[in-house]
């Protein structure tokens, strides 16, 4: 049985995830890093605080903003 994790979930409490970041990222502490969780939701936290709250979203979701992001609907949040 797995543990059942919810938004806001402190992420270092999240056990065995495996933190990934993009390789896009500069190593200047300004990095969204992903996990994937047992159940198949993707958990998400900002890397200058680790242990801060974590983002929990379904497969479905992810993909909708990956599309989004990959389509430049968020362009204008990078200017």
Not at 29 to 52: F, I, K, Q, T
Request: proline share 5%.
């Amino acid at each position: 049985m797995y543990m059942q994790y919810d938004n806001g979930v402190p992420a270092d409490r999240i056990m065995g995830a495996l933190w990934i970041k993009s390789t896009a990222s500069q190593g200047a502490g300004n990095c969204v890093e992903v996990a994937e969780l047992p159940d198949g939701r993707v958990a998400v936290r900002n890397s200058r605080h680790p242990s801060g709250p974590a983002l929990v979203y379904t497969r479905q979701e992810m993909a909708a903003f990956v599309a989004g992001a990959r389509d430049g609907e968020f362009d204008g949040l990078t200017a």
